[in-house]
């Protein structure tokens, strides 16, 4: 049995029975936690929080009935994050979903007792100190991962394909992001001999513009621009930035591509955040986090924007066409 049909089958066993024989709960009143370093606003209209909402109500939890949500948002303002996870603790909320690396980093620091639920995180829990192992988490954090580092060389070989001949690609990151230098230390490495990489950098939304000049000036032939708090809220202005400097562009989260951008690669978000209710669920029903191993996707999607392909002039082949998942309309 290969890693990923392991995966798959521990987590159906584990986690995976059929919501509609769930849905009962007690009369039990609880208190739902959920923090995340985006504004409201974006949140609001974001497939994996509102797939998570809405799992987590037909699972018997739901607003306004024998729940409460108490919900946190930094406005990208990570230094936030800290005084909001301490806010939900004082609120003794029986589990806190913490949406990204930044947030569940805030919540592991205001509490080693309420469990807590990693949601839509593409940090190592390992390497981050989150967890002791997939498998045996140890302490209160559970959840669900995405290890992007193992994906970065497929973005690579997506835009190669989209585009024969490809030798100059750039690599955008955010250097407050620790991560970030290991997924391009992962590209470097895995890199074919004949494609070179140039990294350029924006920790705010000032450098943009700088970054996508230096990637001109480099003669990239298309850009990676790796998942960030921070580039999720500008798809819009990342994309149009991509097709001013005629850039095909390719990015983690499917916001990319409906806000313009010409593709992305990743996970099924609706997947992982019907995952992350479940573990909540599991929690609030007396499970420990410390023996929930830790969820990894075992589906991905490539989702395309023609539109934007046809602005950029590109041919896209026949068999290019056929890996694509999803195409934005």
Known sequence: MDRRTFVAVAG???LLEPIASRGQ????RYRIGYLDPRSSRITADDPSYTTLRKTLADLGYGAGGNTTFEERFADRQLDRLPQLASELVQLKVDVIVAASGPS???ARGATSQIPIVMAFSGDDPVKSGFVASLARPGGNITGVTVLFRELAPKWIEILRDLIPGMTRLGVMVNPSRP????YFATMQEQRPPTVQLQQVEARVPDQYDAAFAAL????AQGVIILA???FTQDASRLAVLAARYQLPSIYQFREFALAGGLMTYGPDERALAVLAAQFVDRLLKGAKPEELPVQQPTKFILT????TARALGLNVSHEFGRRVDEVIQ
């Open 228 to 230: 960030d708090v921070l």
């Open 304 to 307: 395309f924007n023609p539109g």
């Open 25 to 28: 709960v007690s009369e039990k």
């Open 12 to 14: 159906a066993a584990l």
């Open 179 to 182: 991560a970030h230098a290991e």
């Open 104 to 106: 569940i980093r805030a």
């Open 216 to 219: 001109s000036a480099g003669r």
